[in-house]
DNA sequence: ATTACATTTCTCAGTAGTGAGATAAGCGAG
DNA sequence: CTCGCTTATCTCACTACTGAGAAATGTAAT
């Protein structure tokens, strides 16, 4: 099964444990926590169950998430800074090092110095890599399509800009 | 910063490093793979950027995300076996037992046992669990609010509602 | 009752990462 | 130039889980 974490905040009606309120606010506050936590609870499970789709996609051919975007966005896009990727797939300073050593351990990727940072390092697929997205990326791109079938292709443009501002917001936002 | 993993699929019109396309397929299907993907990677984007202001609220009382929602949905909805938690807030079968152990150890959490099935066991909030959760929750509603403020109250009902649909169809549908 | 199967929790080896800090290089002001 | 700050990658000890399977109990059909 899928599986992700996610709180459960869902009181319906009055079977809570606990219905008593100690503070009370405003209640246009009360509205709006309610619309977010709701959100945040179906968010998360929509997530999980795509991501699940999306792994056990990508895990037939021994590939994890991480390491299949990876891969996807160097073909897509060629080959990138290190940092660039880590942005893009949105994992650790750590994790970006260790996938890439783990992507070159397996020979699809590689990689090569900048010459105008000698810091920098560049992240690119060999030969073996780009064949493996190709021979991979079209059955993916259905199985997501086929997992998101649960709206139409009109509606999941409208969610997909609306959860845009949400996501760019809340990245903006520092952390507590 | 906050991490999670996802693909980037967004071929900015054509700065793409492979744009030939091998197989010409239907122009709906075409259509379709491309909101789906965009909306896969905009909706990880967006899970993630929430999740690390959930995750880094909860942090500040040594909990993880896991924990967090098991102490919540137990506080919320009163004692419940453990596969029901389990399915809730999305965990492995190992995970839940994990969790529950590492909650116990915490004195926050307890097991009971089930009359009805002595194969199942209760998960309920010990008083200092309860006490906890009632300390906590407000801050981490607030939090969350405040993470969602990218996006009006009433948008956030309309993107609650259709992705609901996209994460019902999505679980109810086999992995591959 | 017996057999077969389903369900519930638990076990545990394994893994995919994280995150704090180290290292090295570039950058700008004085 | 060089001091202080920023940026890019890497290191590594650690962790929060997963997932496959075991054990125990329930359930149903013959």
Redesign the pocket.
């Known amino acids: 099964?899928?599986?992700?974490?996610h709180p459960d905040t869902s009181r319906s009606s009055d079977e809570s444990a606990h219905a008593e309120v100690t503070v009370p606010r405003s209640p246009e506050l009360e509205v709006e926590q309610e619309a977010a936590l709701r959100l945040w609870v179906i968010l998360s499970r929509a997530h999980a169950a795509i991501a699940s789709h999306a792994?056990a996609d990508v895990?037939r051919s021994g590939l994890?998430?991480?390491?299949f975007a990876i891969l996807e966005v160097l073909y897509h896009r060629g080959p990138m800074?290190?940092?660039?990727?880590?942005r893009r797939i949105?994992?650790?300073?750590?994790?970006?090092?260790?996938?890439?050593?783990?992507l070159t351990a397996k020979g699809l990727v590689e990689?090569r110095n900048?010459d105008?940072?000698?810091?920098?390092?560049?992240?690119a697929l060999t030969p073996p890599g780009e064949a493996l997205v190709a021979e991979l990326f079209p059955a993916h791109a259905d199985a997501i399509t086929q997992a998101m079938r649960g709206l139409a292709a009109d509606d999941q443009q409208v969610v997909a800009e609306m959860l845009r501002s949400l996501g760019l917001h809340a990245a903006a936002k520092p952390l507590p």
């Open positions: 099964m899928s599986n992700t974490t792994h895990a994890t998430l991480a390491e800074l290190l940092g660039e990727v880590q949105l994992v650790s300073s750590g994790g970006i090092t260790f996938l890439v050593d783990r990689r900048c105008k940072d000698r810091r920098a390092r560049y992240a």
